[in-house]
């Protein structure tokens, strides 16, 4: 099993995620449209083709530091909730991984957790509340087992989320009107665990 | 839609904003908007932002006894702390820089984020929270009230206070002050169209409205038929008036949120004056019009604000903005 991860790995991994946010990009607005208002899709394919650009140079070439900038991009370019969280769990979990030039899976699994911890911080949510962090918790605890396991846990966690009320975020204003509709931002946490497992098994 | 494509959107606004006010100085690459004059001497500035597609806020309230600077997101979208950087860099006259934040997740956390990037460059920044939208019943289990109609008002007393040469605490004060004595309630007779997306953000048949619309077509609390505008201002300033139980004169804003005809507007306005005189509340000031809009939303909202003698002053002090201009 793939467990030694260098900087290159991190770039795919960011690549991938980009080019997979890009094709989901129209669902990520249907949900969003449903339950908020319509832009997450768009945004994140904006954020993270700023991240692809910012990579291009390979500047940044240690896992940590990779993380970090593509983290800086988005809290530059996306602007709504999104663009600060999701910058939030790449610099952080960039800045836990530290200068080494290659890390293992389970490291990996360590600083995503410090990396999730921080954006619950700075959002406020819980699990249960109908937001990104009921992908990222069971995902964070998955990828101890293996990448695979790590995206089948995300992409259930966004589905867990449909009988959910919301309590945090745009959706949190309908109330149980929120209740039956998957949450947008559960969503995208999955894909970026989706492009994970694709990198993952594209190295083996 | 009158547009090119949906990503040159907010660009082609601003570029079109910059030719129609020169006394704006409109930064279209880096999305800020600031005052020409800017930085005033011995003035505290005011900065806010938000989404775009709310227009005239939050760009056509900059100019003197309103905002110093303004940054506008995408659409619906809270712009990004470089930007707010970049506008309180500009306007700080090393007296402080206010941000006017409405209460969105994403505005909270960008402005936040703004204010320890500017306060590492030197500038002190004060922040106040415009939370006035009585729709959210449940503030515990949800983001908190919204920000809506009430930032006019923030705006403009807070930025007549800074105009007369108050110092940020007291600006501070004076805008936190205005946001506690403000409420909202909206309603909106249509969906709204994104430009990225194209089509309605959500199903809102004819013959049916939404009663407790924010102001990014995101759904309200709870769908009707068709009321009249009489039934709907009295709707409406029964949420207003239960909440904020006004026992001062009040500002009234009547908004448009973007497609209602002002036709349509002065006559809600008629009603919800008559709403309000049923219920003893004493109007000072009116505003009627289009001023914080969900882009092509029809409906409205009703925004009270209890005032005292200070804060009417402040109301009626000059101001000079593309949107808001009285006494100059």
Request: hydrophobic content about 25%.
């Given at each position: 099993m793939l467990d030694v991860l260098d900087g290159d790995f991190f770039r795919r991994w960011l690549t991938t995620a980009a080019a997979t946010v890009d094709r989901e990009a129209d669902r990520l607005t249907e949900l969003d449209s449903a339950i908020g208002d319509a832009d997450h899709g768009a945004n994140l394919r904006r954020g993270f083709a700023a991240v692809t650009e910012a990579l291009a140079p390979r500047d940044a070439d240690h896992p940590g530091a990779v993380l970090v900038l593509a983290g800086r991009q988005l809290i530059s370019k996306v602007g709504g909730a999104s663009g600060p969280l999701y910058g939030t769990l790449l610099r952080t979990t960039g800045k836990a991984l530290g200068d080494g030039a290659e890390v293992s899976r389970e490291e990996l699994a360590q600083a995503l957790r410090a990396g999730v911890d921080a954006v619950t911080k700075l959002g406020g949510a819980t699990p249960g509340d109908k937001t990104m962090v009921d992908a990222l918790v069971p995902a964070v605890d998955a990828l101890s087992t293996s990448f695979d396991a790590a995206r089948d846990a995300a992409e259930q966690g966004a589905e867990a989320t449909i009988p959910l009320q919301a309590r945090?975020?745009?959706?949190?204003?309908l109330g149980e009107r929120s209740i039956g509709h998957q949450d947008p931002g559960a969503t995208s946490s999955a894909l970026l665990f989706a492009a994970l497992a694709e990198t993952a098994e594209a190295t083996r | 839609m009158l547009i090119n494509v949906p990503e040159t959107v907010v660009a082609d606004a601003l570029r079109g904003m910059a030719a129609a006010h020169p006394e704006l100085m409109v930064d279209v690459e880096n999305r800020v908007i600031v005052?020409?004059?800017?930085?005033?001497?011995d003035k505290v500035a005011l900065v806010s932002g938000g989404g775009s597609g709310h227009e005239p806020l939050h760009g056509g309230f900059v100019g003197p006894g309103m905002l110093s600077a303004a940054c506008p997101g995408e659409v619906f979208t809270s712009p990004v702390p470089d930007q707010m950087v970049r506008a309180a860099a500009a306007v700080d006259s090393g007296k402080g820089v206010l941000f006017v934040v409405k209460n969105y997740t994403g505005d909270v956390l960008n402005f936040d984020m703004a204010a320890e990037l500017a306060e590492d460059e030197g500038i002190q920044v004060a922040k106040v929270l415009v939370d006035d939208d009585v729709a959210v019943t449940d503030s515990l289990f949800t983001a908190g009230r919204r920000g809506t109609g009430a930032t006019l008002f923030v705006e403009k007393l807070a930025g007549a206070a800074a105009d007369e040469g108050a110092p940020l605490e007291r600006v501070e004060a004076i805008a936190r002050r205005v946001n506690e004595n403000s409420r909202s309630f909206g309603v909106a007779l249509s969906a709204v169209t994104t430009p990225a997306k194209g089509s309605p953000t959500f199903e809102l048949p004819p013959g049916e409205l939404e009663l407790?619309?924010?102001?990014?077509?995101?759904?309200?609390?709870e769908r009707r038929p068709m009321m009249t505008s009489g039934e709907i201002a009295d709707f409406a300033v029964d949420a207003v008036v239960e909440d904020l139980r006004p026992r001062n004169p009040v500002l009234l804003l009547v908004n448009g949120m973007g497609a209602t005809p002002l036709l349509e507007l002065y006559g809600f306005h008629a009603e919800v004056q008559r709403a309000l005189t049923e219920r003893n509340v004493a109007v000072a000031r009116v505003l009627v019009g289009n001023y914080v809009t969900s882009l092509d939303m029809a409906g409205a909202s009703v925004t009270l604000c209890q005032i005292d003698e200070e804060l009417l002053r402040l109301w009626d002090a000059p101001v000079r903005t593309p949107a808001l201009r009285w006494g100059v």
């Open positions: 945090k975020g745009r959706a949190s204003y | 005052r020409r004059d800017a930085p005033v001497a407790g619309i924010g102001i990014h077509g995101e759904p309200g609390r």
